[in-house]
């Protein structure tokens, strides 16, 4: 097999890695250039400003996330849920035969509207891969959460949550942000979290929980440095409420430590276990997908 | 009885009237105003020149909003819930004495969570005399949308709603605003709105439903210029499902003619019926509250 090059390639960050025939990452790197600040055509010339020394040694690589979106490298059709990893092979989209493949994002419709992700299908693969199990619920916390349900190896559904949009506009552009620290300096506090969550879970919908962030404040009952950790609280608590988690269920979370951290501690609040996979992830998902590329090749 | 200016001062807004004893506006004057613009010391001088020939006849002046916060002309201390006309009439914050008087905002604490409100209390019980009666359940939509419990001339409960502010946020500051025309040339396409309250009915949380604003614009299936409209559906819908709307019971909708017609169309989608009040209401309040000072006087 060649040498395999993974890229991550999102709407805001690129990140590659040279990856070991175990899916573990060699070497790692990354910058900001992300899929908005690629003009049409230059995707090549980024690509081998980022990794130029490893593309000289013909290695596979296998391309993840928002290049492949209509703005991106080049489009990749999603392929729709259910779907496996032999569905995801066989879906790629090949820039050069043989050399750079794009991996397809997934869709699926759910009461008659749909939803797709891009990259977060990769994570799963790698992450099942990593924890050894074919059916797993998992959450992708971020800009915009996935929740995906996977059985037999392969993704039935999910949906997406749009919880760290809402709270970054929440936290920096509303009324909210008046008694909040200007600074983005948000230190974790996990008790004012924990109130947040439990706020979410007996509040009927976020639109009226996130005011009792302004109020409590008015009344001098939450101090304004807790108050953003209390906001990730609300937004995080609405998504888990309106899952319908099993207290015999358990939940893998996909994501850095510090927002992992977050959603462990929400899930083990309502009494839900949780395992954390990180960025490896990823690069476990594409030595996955190359080992099916090598197999049917 | 003196003659009555009413005042509606709010955050960003000026609104006088002269009122007659009908509680019913005889000259109404607004101007961009609001007490974020008028600087401590600057209010008695602002109100003057809005309405000096006015005041020149000895008028008594009430003045409800977000004047009586504490960012405005003179704090007036929030009365408790439950709350009738005679306890807002006996918390007034009096600027001088037997002439300028500023109407208390309201407070309540439902699940150990405070909530507030300032100016709304006076267009509620305005709108309970306008229709004749005291007991109601009254949605007053807005940037900070409030839904309230009146009994027997009372308001027992009330709770906020960001739906204003955060459709604000979706529409122009989201990701969902790439889908959508640039401008805020917002016209109602009632088909679309429609079909954003069915979506918001059954789906779990905003975080969701609001996603499929831009995936059902990624297949297709959403118009450009209909997606401001279906936006529109989904805060409005979360907000009357968290709701427990009983088909047997009216909802009042307190809000100028555009955005009540939004809510009566919601609620004559959930099979609930509705009257609408305008912005009267506030006046005919007033109104009553100087009775009542006449009466006590």
Redesign the interface.
Known sequence: MKPLIGVDWGTSSLRVARIDSAGHAIEERSSQRGILTVETGQFPSVLEAACGDWLAQDPLVLVCGMAGSRQGWVEAAYAPCPAGFDDIASHLAWVEPGRVAIVPGLSCER?G????MRGEETQVFGALELLSTGSATLVLPGT??KWVHARDGRIMDF?????G??YA??RH???LARTMPPQDDDTLDEAALRTGIE?AM???????A???AR??A??D?LPAKAAASYLSGL?IG??L??QKLDRSQEVIVVAQAQLAKRYALALQGLGVASRCVGSEASWRGLSAIARRIGENA
């Open positions: 009461d509207v749909p939803d797709v915009h959460s949906s997406t949550f749009m919880t949009e809402i506009l929440l552009q509303s009324i706020q007996q509040s009927g919908s976020l639109l009226s996130a005011f009792s109020t409590l008015l009344f009952r937004v609405e998504e409420r309106s």
